[in-house]
């Protein structure tokens, strides 16, 4: 089992930026996958940015050269630096762990709201 907890979430004008934070009850290590999801109301949940530990970084069209995915292995935590953002990057941000040896983990979501 693995527990994901998000924060950093919350009410930013355009062009600001926030940093989101996801705690994991384990140790990220080589070989486990960890990303950003987002969901906006009305619409499917989509990848936002992920990471084979280890490997390179997968970044949506609509971040690249925005945001940022980043590890902290001492600290078992996944950051999201998110700067220019736009009211389209109003959703709810979900953290995601999947194990080199098995299942998908999901955080409980953090919210962030840009404002024009």
């Known amino acids: 089992q693995v527990q994901l907890v998000e924060s950093g979430g919350g009410l930013v004008q355009a062009g600001g930026s926030l940093r989101l934070s996801c705690a994991a009850s384990r140790i990220i290590i080589r070989g486990d996958a960890v990303g950003w999801y987002r969901q906006a109301p009305g619409k499917q949940r989509e990848l936002v940015a992920s990471?084979?530990?280890?490997?390179?970084?997968n970044y949506a069209d609509s971040v690249k050269g925005r945001f940022t995915l980043s590890v902290d292995n001492a600290k078992n935590t996944v950051y999201l630096q998110m700067n220019s953002l736009k009211p389209e990057d109003t959703a709810l941000y979900y953290c995601?762990?999947?194990?080199?040896?098995?299942?998908?983990?999901w955080g409980q979501g953090t919210q962030v709201t840009v404002s024009s």
């Open positions: 990471i084979i530990s280890g490997g390179s970084t």
């Open positions: 995601n762990a999947q194990p080199y040896w098995g299942g998908n983990y």
